[in-house]
């Protein structure tokens, strides 16, 4: 796990710039750093020292030097292709990285189908001045890109942009439009004008100016009938293999525990000696005692931390700065606390992103099935419905519901995270754009599985956005900002490939979500384990909002010169003091115009 950076073009002060950017990014990789400087290009590097710890130092060049090749990641299955590329190939160390770069030598861009791993890389092809690089299957490793002054700008993380001089730093702002929708950052431009997320599954070539991006991997659903305890076995086969997989390492790997069935089924047979765990010192939002009893019954020692309020507050703006772009996600702040506890004892840490979008684990899943009994009434009847009841001023019970029964999927699903609405987005916003209706991102993956069911789109959805957009990035930011390797052994391409057959109601029934998974999961955990409900991360951000420490707090960032220049700062006054009085819960909506101040202020204002 590391991070890199690079340009190319042939400017002065090659070596000043590339090392200034290497050291934007210098807490994915303390261990060591290396660069490739020619006349048209500039590598940086920085290494977390995972395999290979004596000589997998990065660049690393073909046998007759003529490609360089900077990676972030993991290949789990390297040692196997090694095997079939040694006949041809002379090897100078045992890492990963040395293996991509002869495989792409022998299969060019087909070498990806090869892989098995988490991966951003970029290989550089002396002989014909040509750019490769490429994005993981499901992107749990980010990669971002750029034209600036004519030339390609790249890296794993957007702030080792900052040094380059012919970086211009500038506030996107359909990025903010779209993202107080989604709570993150959904779009392909990033909150940086000009810069770009390479997809998940898509791959890039750049030669003589011309840049061209294709995909190379599009996961889909396609279910099959089958067996109960057939499904079962093969979840708990090929989880077994991944897990396995996802071990293969030279320094010592441990595992985040919550009180999930994913975490807690990844600690359970993992093999290691240490989980880790955090929580509040609130009632309802500490995982801490279940986690020590769960350690305890595997025999694994378990490491924890009760996070204070102060401090999860005064690290805000550490967090919104390593995010580089802003995530209204308040789980965001915790992970940043386990994962620095996790790496004062390790190097690399296994989790549990990604069982919910494979397997069927959001509680919101089961809305198909909650609705269908007013699903069944004439489509005029139900819109008629929803209509009235829309008319009636106040909250009751059920009034949600039935405007929600009137609605089809692709009218209502975006994801985790639905914030603000297109017309509480154009009342807060100073100059709204009246575009970016939330459909014109979602349709064109909705498009792709119109035949399917309902819970399978709603998957879809949160496999291409709310996976990639929000749980990964923050996986990947916080982790790194830590120095720790972060393995997701359920984002396996082999586990995708079990996932993505199972029968609609194996993965969410009336019993259960993610139902054929929890059934694997019976011979490793407790059976309150396996079937416990969905929670997610629990933040009491609610509870401090209402007190007049943390309300005065934001209500200083609502007040102030930026959020005047982006907001009309009565509408978000409303928000925060009809939250304080009880008038509603407002906390997600203030939290994320909240976040995007904070970032404002972490990359523009302190900064300047």
């Keep these: 796990m590391c991070g890199f950076c690079g340009f190319t073009g042939n400017i002065e002060g090659k070596q000043k710039i590339i090392t200034a950017m290497m050291n934007k990014i210098i807490h994915r990789g303390p261990d060591s750093s290396g660069s490739f400087i020619d006349k048209n290009i500039c590598l940086g590097f920085r290494r977390l020292s995972i395999i290979d710890l004596s000589e997998g130092d990065q660049p690393i060049y073909n ?19 090694r095997s079939g590329l040694e006949k041809k190939h002379k090897f100078r160390t045992n890492s990963d990285t040395e293996v991509l770069i002869h495989l792409f030598e022998e299969k060019g861009e087909k070498m990806l189908d090869d892989l098995r791993g988490m991966f951003a890389f970029v290989i ?18 980010p990669f971002y890109y750029g034209i600036f002054g004519g030339n390609l700008l790249f890296g794993s993380e957007i702030k080792s942009f900052l040094p ?19 709570q993150y950052s959904v779009l392909d431009e990033t909150f940086f004008k000009g810069v770009f997320k390479l997809k998940p599954g898509h791959c890039l070539t ?30 708990e086969d090929v989880m077994q293999d991944s897990i396995k997989a996802h071990k293969v390492s030279d320094v010592e790997v441990g595992s985040f525990l919550s009180s999930g069935v994913d975490s807690s089924y990844v600690a359970a047979t993992f093999n290691g000696d240490k989980t880790f765990t955090v929580g509040f010192d609130y009632d309802n939002y500490n995982e801490i005692g279940y986690a020590k009893a769960l350690s305890e019954k595997t025999g694994i020692d378990n ?6 309020t102060e401090e999860y507050w005064d690290a805000i703006g550490k967090v919104q700065y390593h995010m580089d772009e802003p995530l209204a996600d308040p789980s965001a702040i915790a992970l940043y606390f386990v994962a620095n506890l996790a790496s004062r004892y390790v190097k690399v840490a296994l989790s549990g992103e990604g069982a919910d979008e494979f397997f069927g684990g959001y509680n919101i899943y089961r809305e198909p099935m909650d609705l269908a009994v007013v699903k069944a009434l004439p489509k005029p009847i139900r819109k008629f419905m929803a209509k009235l009841v829309s008319l009636i001023p106040f909250s009751f019970k059920g009034k949600s519901f039935i405007i929600r029964a009137s609605q089809s999927v692709e009218e209502k699903f975006i994801g985790n995270a639905k914030m603000f609405d297109k017309t509480e987005r154009e009342a807060i916003l100073k100059n709204p754009s009246g575009k970016y209706d939330f459909r014109e991102i979602t349709k064109p993956l909705y498009d792709k599985v119109k035949k399917l069911d309902d819970v399978t789109k709603m998957q879809f959805i949160d496999l291409n956005l709310w996976l990639v957009g929000d749980i990964l990035l923050k996986a990947d930011k916080m982790s790194m900002a830590n120095s720790l390797e972060v393995r997701v052994p359920f984002l396996d391409k082999e586990v995708f490939r079990v996932a993505s057959k199972i029968q609609t109601d194996y993965r969410v029934n009336r019993q259960a979500t993610k139902y054929v998974f929890r059934m694997a ?36 960032a609502f007040t102030s010169e930026t959020a005047n220049k982006f907001f009309n700062t009565d509408k978000l006054m409303a928000y925060l003091d009809g939250h304080k009085k009880g008038k509603g819960d407002f906390s997600r909506k203030i939290w994320t115009v909240y976040m995007f101040l904070v970032w404002h202020k972490e990359f523009f204002e302190n900064a300047a």
């Design 521 to 556: 999961s019976k011979d490793y955990l407790p059976d309150e384990v396996a079937a416990k409900k969905k929670l997610g991360f629990p933040v009491p951000i609610r509870i401090w909002l209402k007190e007049d420490k943390y309300y005065n707090r934001v209500k200083e």
């Design 124 to 141: 550089y092809d002396k002989k014909n001045d040509s750019l490769f690089a490429a994005r993981d299957f499901f992107g749990i490793k």
């Design 63 to 81: 046998e007759d030097g003529s490609m360089a090749i900077v990676f972030n990641g993991e290949i789990y299955n390297y040692k196997e292709i």
């Design 303 to 308: 490491y924890s931390k009760t996070i204070t």
């Design 164 to 182: 380059h001089p012919d970086f211009v730093k500038e506030v996107n702002t359909t990025a903010l439009e779209n993202y107080l929708t989604f």
């Design 206 to 235: 750049y030669k003589k100016g011309q840049l061209e991006i294709k995909r190379y991997f599009d996961p889909m659903f396609t279910p099959e009938p089958s067996k109960l305890q057939d499904a079962i076995k093969k979840v």
